[in-house]
């Protein structure tokens, strides 16, 4: 490696959303920033008389309006969610790729299941018409790889592409492969995580789940550190980032958002929430350590916040495992119990209001949260200003992944 690849480090200069409370980084922000809850009712055909009621859904997205007809025939949900947030991310950096050199841009995604929906719509034709009814992109559209591929094609992105599957951590790992690509001589990549899990065979497929909260009503569905904790609302939809070499950034005047510092991930088991305390404190020294930074730099957690009593207790300890003292001030957010936890995509919404919130000066609340029974300074009921120049977003997976991710603050806008 050169001296000048050594000396390459990712920033973020574009955000691209699309999530339950708001489509745009700017509608998403101004949702989150007010502590807005938009848990609901699922009213997705063929899933309402389903045992799962409480989820996060997009609403006010035209896919039609999003993405050309030839793609939009090819994919899932899932991968018109990626498609559409890549372009609001690449736009909000203000991106124009250069045609003469292709190769300078990846895409990295990460996916917990892929084209669900797709995938029960095509099955229903085969056992229901035949063979000659399952239609050609069958073999593409379920594939948890398909939105890195989409995107690569569709914005002829012909740098380092992959896909990282992790569960719900990957969307950090994502972030950290990215990074890692910047430094080995990537001058830009498209990243991160966008889910659909509200069709009838996903949702059957999370009814497995015994962390899914199974609770009849929305604001009482998904109460991390709460006494009265029941597991978690999934949700749809994520976000996209678009990371560049700081250098190369800089030369065509790019705004820098904010700088990926560190990163850390470890594996403790499916389920194996006690076990997770070490796992997670493990991850967040490495993640530390990596950034170069102690624990009492850090001015604000976004925790994972599953909803799960031990899994919530272990989140706890961890966090005064790894950050000793510290742990005792440092307040700690998770937006997500307003919007629902959107698998992978659910830490890349938490990475994009991280950024937003050291942009701002300010520290989004816990949504329907309010009585906490753990020692967290846990940020409820509204928003409140800050000084914020180093937050570290936290993620885990049903599967057992780990993943600590450290961004420092970019310039003010």
Not at 75 to 91: K, P
Not at 151 to 164: E, H, L, N, W
Not at 188 to 213: H, I, K
Not at 220 to 243: H, K
Request: glycine share 10%; net charge negative.
């Amino acid at each position: 490696m050169t001296s000048r690849q050594q000396n390459r480090r990712a920033v973020v200069t574009g955000l691209g959303v699309v999530a339950p409370n708001g489509v745009g980084a700017d509608a998403f922000w101004k949702a989150t920033r007010q502590g807005v809850s938009v848990l609901d009712r699922i009213s997705r055909e063929g899933c309402t008389e389903l045992p799962l009621r409480i989820a996060g859904q997009v609403n006010g997205f035209d896919p039609q309006s999003a993405i050309d007809n030839r793609y939009l025939v090819q994919t899932d949900r899932f991968t018109h969610y990626a498609m559409a947030a890549a372009d609001l991310a690449v736009a909000d950096a203000g991106f124009r790729p250069d045609p003469e050199r292709p190769y300078a841009v990846g895409v990295v995604t990460a996916a917990g299941s892929g084209g669900g929906e797709f995938g029960q719509r095509e099955l229903q034709q085969l056992w229901g018409q035949g063979p000659r009814f399952v239609g050609p992109y069958q073999s593409i559209a379920w594939f948890y790889a398909a939105s890195t591929g989409q995107i690569s094609i569709r914005g002829g992105y012909k740098g380092p592409c992959a896909v990282v599957a992790s569960d719900e951590a990957g969307g950090l790992d994502a972030l950290a492969h990215a990074a890692r690509t910047i430094e080995r001589g990537t001058d830009a990549v498209v990243a991160g995580a966008a889910e659909a899990p509200l069709a009838p065979y996903s949702m059957v497929c999370q009814l497995g789940y015994p962390e899914l909260s199974l609770a009849e009503r929305a604001d009482r569905a998904y109460l991390p550190f709460t006494a009265q904790a029941c597991g978690f609302s999934p949700a749809e939809g994520g976000a996209m980032l678009l990371l560049e070499d700081e250098e190369t950034a800089r030369r065509r005047g790019a705004h820098v958002r904010a700088r990926l510092a560190g990163h850390g991930t470890t594996f403790t088991g499916a389920s194996r929430w006690a076990e997770s305390r070490e796992g997670l404190a493990a991850a967040i020294r490495i993640a530390l350590d990596d950034a170069r930074i102690a624990a009492e730099e850090v001015d604000v957690v976004f925790a994972d916040a599953l909803g799960v009593p031990a899994a919530d207790r272990a989140e706890a300890l961890a966090l005064s495992d790894a950050l000793g003292p510290a742990a005792e001030r440092v307040p700690v957010t998770a937006p997500k119990t307003g919007t629902g936890r959107a698998y992978c995509g659910a830490p890349m919404l938490d990475v994009t209001a991280a950024v937003l919130a050291m942009e701002d000066g300010v520290l989004p609340p816990t949504p329907n949260v309010t009585e906490v029974c753990h020692d967290l300074a846990l940020v409820t009921g509204r928003a409140r200003p800050a000084e914020l120049n180093t937050a570290l977003v936290l993620s885990r997976g049903l599967m057992g992944s780990n993943s600590a991710l450290v961004l420092r603050r970019g310039e003010r806008p």
